[in-house]
């Protein structure tokens, strides 16, 4: 894990005064790491029954695919307002430091599937808890949730805690 954490590059002042923006693009561009943090976060579900991997715009898509394909199971985008091209269903939420929309395809989730939420960093929980909601309103049973940083101070982890559902993560800051 100290590996892919001192590969993270730490941008203070992005995108707003006052944010430090941990920069994952550092692992991405360094093959086995890459390899390393995705083969880390499909770990846990190696042996359970995932039919859908949800992943968030935009470094969520980053992990999630691959981790789709090594768990046979298959990949729902959710994307930022306007940018899928059928019926969507979404939700709002608001982020550390701005709000947005979540949508993702009405016809994405089937009722009773098992799905995975994916994304690259879990800091308030708002993008996440917002994705949760998108899921279960299409009938989807989340299986678990999984992110390769942690930002703790921030409480994600807590806002995430009503949805019963497991978090994992490899990297964390407090």
């Known amino acids: 894990m100290e590996r892919l954490r001192t590969r993270i590059r730490e941008v203070p002042d992005f995108p707003d ?6 920069d994952i693009t550092t692992v991405l561009k360094h093959g086995p790491s890459f390899r390393e943090a995705t083969d880390l976060m499909a770990a846990p579900f190696r042996n359970s029954p995932i039919d859908v991997v949800v992943a968030m715009e935009s470094r969520g898509f980053i992990f999630g695919a691959p981790i789709a394909y090594l768990l046979n199971a298959g990949f729902a985008p959710i994307r930022k307002m306007g940018k899928l091209p059928a019926e969507t269903i979404s939700r709002e939420y608001a982020l550390e430091y701005a709000t947005n929309t979540l ?51 921030l409480g994600g982890r807590q806002r995430l805690a009503p949805y019963g559902v497991d978090v994992h993560s490899y990297i964390t800051y407090r």
Do not use: N, W
């Not at 005064?17 to 941990?22: A, C, D, S, T």
């Not at 909601?133 to 949730?145: H, N, Q, T």
């Open 103 to 153: 949508e993702i395809h009405s016809d994405a989730i089937e009722s009773g599937q098992r799905v995975l939420l994916v994304d690259d960093l879990l800091a308030t929980g708002g993008t996440v808890a917002a994705s949760l909601d998108i899921v279960k309103e299409l009938g989807g049973v989340p299986a678990g949730v999984v992110v390769l940083v942690e930002l703790e101070s």
């Open 17 to 22: 005064e006052g944010i430090l923006f941990y």
